[in-house]
């Protein structure tokens, strides 16, 4: 995004010209200085939506629908029941707010075919790089004791999540907070997507993975971004690139890593059978996130209080423990027995998935995100996404004989469930499809299945029989792989989707030949980043609710770029194809 075009877009949503009531001729006279009925609500516009930065932009923003007296007055009407019902009837809420989020046209990127792109990049250039890369993770976890990551909100929302999504969404949800900022963003994105700010707000980019420029990111840290870090400080190590005063370095940083996902994040719940089993919550509490003072306020105006533990950063931590060889105790918890009662379609447990964005794919045999914490709480209601389920299998595939998954009938039945639920996703061609992703892109997805699947083909032949007796992950390997060949490389990349289409033509056994697009991409734009690192922050992972939140930072996308070089170049060197 260019200073000209954000001039253009500023100038065109101060100039715009107003055809009928705006956001804040809806809401004001019922929120901005409202006291009484469920405060929150108020609290959440006023900052959120009514603040100095937004209201200039918006305030010409009009819907000319909202000329007709009734629909004007049904949707304040909604409002009026949100802020002031003891016990709010969403659906009836939610209905004017999801006949106008219909009319909101939004897609997904779609990149233009890809030019030749000539020779493959030398290895030395290979080599500078992820020393590059490496040396900025070293250097930001000396800078700031951890190695931050980002999150951005983007006004006007998902593509995928239109007026019966927002309307699951907001019965599905748990916590009244949270329900209403759900309503309130989505309202807000139908005057963003059909005025200019939309132009500002929802720039176009290259490539698959948004880029982060939004001007307020709130830098954090979670046990999920820490386990992921760790991997990648270990690829770093195991390619022979650090220097020994990074490699003393990495050590540090691995190590506290990994103790802030087993023991600073470890909380307690209930397993269904009642026992109590440790898991890891995403943020544990302050101030151990590390926000500043400022966003730590607005976290809790905006209702994100409560945050409960999730199965994936669980199973994440776990799997980058294994790999950095740590000996707590906490990992010889069989995780199959306690996800196995989170499991979809496994007797009384299909209700868990209480907001069904995704609601294309089937369930069964999938692991739920959301763990309830011992009072019970499960703010987000319950979702199923993909990618989630690639990350449980990966950390049984690492301790698969320390959880003696083969000689336990029951556990090897929860991973060959979800086995069973990848295989159906990804013959129905869903993967490919972001509507079937909660949480991730699908080009994540394919990057996560290689990760998986290095580690799966990394158990002796007889214990992958068992497993997979119908070679479930060779089918699914050739479609990946097809996608990631046919698709993705074969069009506009930017550089995270190149360190996606890496990781996963590494792990999955690609031709060498076919990194060479993906690694130009990445070589030609080192030093993208300016001054905050050698590349830019990317859309890693996001929320769909309340509204679109982009997870991302420099520091990720060096993680990714550092993980995708390593494995493009161990295997251009181990079948001597590596160019001089």
């Known amino acids: 995004m260019t200073a000209r075009h954000v001039a253009r877009a500023v100038l065109s949503a101060l100039t715009n010209r107003k055809d009928g009531p705006s956001l804040y001729d809806v809401c004001d006279p019922m929120l901005l200085r409202h006291h009484g009925g469920d405060g929150h609500l108020a609290k959440f516009y006023r900052t959120a939506l009514a603040n100095p930065a937004l209201r200039p932009l918006l305030r010409r923003a009009g819907l000319p629908e909202l000329k007709d007296e009734g629909r004007f007055r049904e949707l304040q009407d909604a409002l009026r029941h949100a802020r002031d019902d003891e016990s709010p009837d969403w659906a ?35 080599e500078h790089v992820i020393r590059t890369c490496g040396a ?35 019965t599905g949800l748990d916590a009244r907070g949270y329900k209403n900022s759900t309503l309130l963003f989505n309202l807000a994105r139908i005057f963003i997507a059909r005025s200019p700010a939309r132009d500002l707000i929802n720039p176009p ?36 690139l650090a220097t020994p005063a990074e490699n003393e370095t990495i050590r540090k940083a691995t190590a506290d890593m990994v103790d802030f996902c087993l023991t600073t994040s470890r909380e307690d719940v209930l397993a269904r059978d009642g026992s109590r089993v440790s898991v890891i919550t995403a943020l544990a509490p302050h101030p151990h996130p590390c926000f500043s003072r400022f966003f730590a306020q607005i976290k809790q105006d905006l209702g994100f209080g409560i945050y409960v533990p999730d199965c994936d950063t669980t199973a994440c931590s776990f799997s980058a423990a294994t790999q950095a060889g740590s000996t707590d105790p906490v990992l010889n918890q069989p995780l199959l027995d306690f996800y196995a009662g989170y499991q979809a379609g496994n007797g009384t447990n299909e209700p868990l998935v209480t907001v069904p964005l995704n609601d294309n794919i089937d369930y069964d045999g999938g692991i739920v995100t959301w763990i309830d914490n011992l009072a019970g709480d499960r703010p987000y209601g319950n979702d199923l996404d993909p990618t989630l389920n690639l990350d449980v299998l990966e950390v049984s595939f690492r301790n698969c004989v320390r959880w003696r998954v083969l000689e336990t009938p029951q556990r090897l039945q ?25 949480y991730y892109l699908p080009e994540l997805y ?30 699914i390997r050739n479609r990946v792989l097809s996608y990631v060949q046919d698709t993705l490389i074969a069009n506009e990349m930017n550089v995270f989707d190149a360190a996606l289409a890496l990781i ?77």
């Open 136 to 170: 900025h993770l070293v250097r930001s976890f000396r800078k700031n004791g951890f190695i931050p990551t980002f999150a951005a909100f983007n006004l006007i929302g998902d593509p995928d999540l239109h007026g019966r999504d927002f309307l699951a969404a907001l």
């Open 446 to 475: 394919c990057a996560y299945f290689g990760r998986c699947y290095a580690a799966f083909r990394a158990l002796p032949p007889g214990t992958q029989q068992a497993i997979d007796p119908d070679d479930t992950f060779g089918f």
């Open 92 to 126: 009836a809420i939610g209905k004017p707010v999801a006949a106008l989020l219909d009319t909101v046209s939004l897609r997904h990127p779609q990149p233009q075919p890809l030019a030749s792109s000539g020779p493959a990049p030398g290895l030395a250039d290979i």
């Open 504 to 580: 996963a033509l590494g792990h999955l056994g690609a031709d060498t030949e076919a990194f060479t697009p993906a690694l130009h991409c990445i070589v030609n734009r080192t030093g993208e980043g300016g001054r905050r690192g050698p590349f830019k922050a990317y859309e890693w992972n996001k929320m769909k609710t309340p509204t679109r939140i982009l997870v991302g930072g420099p520091e990720v996308t060096s993680a990714f770029v550092l993980m995708g070089l390593a494995l493009a170049r161990k295997a251009m060197r181990g079948r001597g194809l590596a160019p001089n």
């Open 414 to 438: 929860t991973v060959q469930r979800i086995i069973g639920f990848q295989r159906r996703l990804v013959a129905s061609g869903a993967f490919s499809d972001p509507r079937s992703h909660i």
């Open 205 to 240: 980019w290259r490539g698959i993975a948004e880029p982060m420029w939004q001007p307020m990111q709130i830098r954090h840290r979670s046990a999920y971004y820490d386990a992921f870090f760790t991997e990648a400080l270990l690829s770093f190590a195991e390619s022979g």
